[in-house]
């Protein structure tokens, strides 16, 4: 028996190979097939068997292109409605694979057709259950992503969540290992911690989801206080994970084209393209394309444009580092960012060859901004509102990142401000967005709330 987790650290999202005796099974794919294919060919075993643990929101999985390629299944839960045909497994409906079996553990609540699936040994243990969203490390799945589509409320959906838990989870034994499809960073829970997988019995020490004390009008004030509001992009890889998309290496073929800076300039012209800068925060800020948005390829980058430009259609053209080019756009695609127009070849010093403009973004270091903060120094933080509650600068204006656009009326247009976020990243996208605007009178500070606590500036809680 094998089971390997891989996890997409940009996605926070594990997928999972499992194998026995020459059969496989993967779980929750992503959208480049070909990991799955090789570990298979490899180890001179066929995939079996592709199970989803439901429609997901966050990322374009792989199942229609993996199950095309291998000619297994595509197994959903109970509840799944598809254009295209799947097997719809039954409630504690078994799977053999080898010397294992999988069993079908429909847990709606998350999602209407969210669905679990035990792991058995060939003498009957229980191994592992691979959760999906359904249930975290430290967290449970967010109920208020497809409460419309299931014509419930997201308190209907809490309480499902909860029954699904207290009823298919909770009686499994502590020893069973719990695989969920994501780790900490992940838009699809509130607070999910940092381990990728534990024990059941270990997390029912650490997890408000499985507090036996917890009764269901608790565990839905829980697990409802202080949901965010979901990225603009999820009901669009909904659409693409239920109806269908394009094959990896079309996008690929169509999307990876090098443009001089002449035909790149022409581009950028036109409406609604969006030049989109992966370099790092430091590099950005010292030199950009005047109207350009940062969002580092070395951070959460593909949710982060999901969150940011929204639309997936939308046409991009791309800053990246030298041979980073393949790699963002498949990170691009993983989420459904499928229009990329092409990338400036010889990145700046092409666009700068002919005496083209370049814009900056003014920064300072934590301890200088020390010295200038007064009572009527104007701060702009841009992480959630959990880590703002948890400790601030006084006086700071707190504006999430992903609602930073919904609330532009509230910055300071006129005088000289200050942004930050945890470490210097999203603050850097958000400083951006605002130079995009024409707003020039922001200061971004160097490494962000970390380095502002580690310079001795005071905080508030």
Same mark, same amino acid.
Request: proline share 4%; aromatic share 8%; glycine share 8%.
């Given at each position: 028996?094998?089971?390997?987790?891989?996890?997409?650290?940009?996605?926070?999202?594990?997928?999972?190979?499992?194998?026995?005796?020459?059969?496989?099974?993967?779980? @929750?794919?992503?959208?480049?097939?070909?990991?799955?294919?090789?570990?298979?060919?490899?180890?001179?075993?066929?995939?079996?068997?592709?199970? /989803?643990?439901?429609?997901?929101?966050?990322?374009?999985?792989?199942?229609?292109?993996?199950?095309?390629?291998?000619?297994?299944?595509?197994?959903?839960?109970?509840?799944?409605?598809?254009?295209?045909?799947?097997?719809?497994?039954? =409630?504690?409906?078994?799977?053999?694979?080898?010397?294992?079996?999988?069993?079908?553990?429909?847990?709606?609540?998350?999602?209407?057709?969210?669905?679990?699936?035990?792991?058995?040994?060939?003498?009957?243990?229980?191994?592992?259950?691979?959760?999906?969203?359904?249930?975290?490390?430290? @967290?449970?799945?967010? #109920? @208020?992503?497809?409460?419309?589509?299931? $014509?419930?409320?997201?308190?209907?959906?809490?309480?499902?969540?909860?029954?699904?838990?207290?009823?298919?989870?909770?009686?499994?034994?502590?020893?069973?290992?719990?695989?969920?499809?994501? $780790?900490?960073?992940?838009?699809?829970?509130?607070?999910?911690?940092?381990?990728?997988?534990?024990?059941?019995?270990?997390?029912?020490?650490?997890?408000?989801?499985?507090?036996?004390?917890?009764?269901?009008?608790?565990?839905?004030? /829980?697990?409802?206080?202080? +949901?965010?509001?979901?990225?603009?992009?999820?009901?669009?890889?909904?659409?693409?994970?239920? /109806?269908?998309?394009?094959?990896? =290496?079309?996008?690929l073929r169509k999307?990876?084209?090098?443009?001089?800076?002449?035909?790149?300039?022409?581009?950028?012209?036109?409406? $609604?393209?969006? %030049?989109?800068?992966?370099?790092?925060?430091?590099?950005?800020?010292?030199?950009?394309? #005047?109207?350009?948005?940062?969002?580092?390829?070395?951070?959460?980058?593909?949710?982060?444009?999901?969150?940011?430009?929204g639309d997936v259609?939308?046409?991009?053209?791309?800053?990246?580092?030298?041979?980073?080019?393949?790699?963002?756009?498949? &990170?691009?695609?993983?989420?459904?960012?499928?229009?990329?127009?092409?990338?400036?070849?010889?990145?700046?010093?092409?666009?700068?060859?002919?005496?083209?403009?370049?814009?900056?973004?003014?920064? %300072?270091?934590?301890?200088?901004?020390?010295?200038?903060?007064?009572?009527?120094?104007?701060? %702009?933080?841009?992480?959630?509102?959990?880590?703002?509650?948890? $400790?601030?600068?006084?006086?700071?204006?707190?504006?999430?990142?992903?609602?930073?656009? =919904?609330?532009?009326?509230?910055?300071? +247009?006129?005088?000289?401000?200050?942004?930050?976020?945890?470490?210097?990243? &999203?603050?850097? %996208?958000?400083?951006?967005?605002?130079?995009?605007?024409?707003?020039?009178?922001?200061?971004?500070?160097i490494g962000g709330?970390?380095?502002?606590?580690?310079?001795?500036?005071?905080?508030?809680?």
């Open positions: 028996m094998k089971i390997k987790q891989i996890y997409t650290k940009c996605l926070s999202q594990s997928t999972y190979y499992i194998e026995s005796k020459g059969e496989v099974a993967i779980i @929750d794919p992503l959208r480049e097939i070909d990991p799955y294919l090789k570990l298979a060919e490899e180890n001179n075993a066929k995939i079996k068997y592709i199970f /989803e643990t439901h429609i997901h929101a966050d990322f374009v999985s792989g199942h229609l292109t993996l199950s095309k390629a291998t000619g297994a299944p595509i197994i959903f839960g109970p509840k799944t409605i598809t254009s295209y045909p799947i097997s719809v497994g039954k =409630d504690f409906q078994e799977f053999k694979l080898g010397a294992l079996t999988f069993v079908v553990l429909y847990t709606p609540g998350h999602t209407l057709e969210s669905t679990s699936y035990l792991l058995k040994d060939d003498l009957g243990n229980e191994i592992a259950v691979f959760t999906g969203d359904t249930l975290f490390m430290g @967290d449970a799945g967010r #109920p @208020d992503l497809a409460h419309k589509r299931s $014509g419930m409320t997201i308190n209907d959906m809490a309480g499902m969540l909860y029954d699904s838990i207290r009823k298919k989870i909770m009686p499994l034994s502590d020893d069973v290992i719990i695989y969920p499809a994501h $780790g900490a960073g992940s838009a699809c829970g509130k607070n999910i911690s940092a381990e990728t997988f534990d024990t059941l019995g270990s997390q029912k020490s650490k997890n408000y989801a499985l507090n036996k004390s917890l009764n269901k009008e608790e565990f839905i004030n /829980e697990l409802t206080e202080g +949901l965010e509001n979901p990225p603009a992009y999820f009901p669009m890889n909904v659409k693409m994970n239920q /109806e269908g998309y394009d094959h990896i =290496d079309n996008v999307n990876l084209n090098p443009l001089d800076s002449d035909k790149f300039e022409k581009l950028a012209n036109q409406s $609604g393209v969006l %030049i989109l800068d992966v370099r790092n925060q430091i590099q950005f800020a010292e030199e950009h394309i #005047p109207g350009s948005i940062f969002i580092g390829i070395d951070g959460g980058f593909a949710p982060w444009v999901g969150a940011i430009v259609k939308r046409p991009i053209l791309l800053i990246t580092p030298k041979g980073k080019e393949e790699e963002t756009i498949t &990170r691009l695609a993983r989420v459904g960012f499928d229009n990329t127009l092409g990338f400036l070849e010889g990145g700046l010093s092409s666009w700068k060859a002919e005496g083209r403009h370049t814009d900056s973004i003014t920064t %300072i270091e934590a301890s200088n901004f020390g010295k200038k903060i007064g009572d009527d120094t104007r701060i %702009i933080d841009v992480r959630k509102n959990l880590e703002f509650k948890n $400790g601030h600068l006084k006086n700071a204006l707190n504006i999430p990142l992903d609602q930073l656009s =919904d609330n532009f009326d509230k910055i300071p +247009l006129e005088g000289d401000f200050f942004v930050h976020c945890a470490g210097g990243y &999203r603050s850097m %996208i958000a400083s951006s967005i605002l130079k995009s605007r024409g707003v020039n009178s922001m200061t971004d500070i709330f970390s380095a502002i606590k580690s310079s001795g500036i005071p905080i508030e809680v």
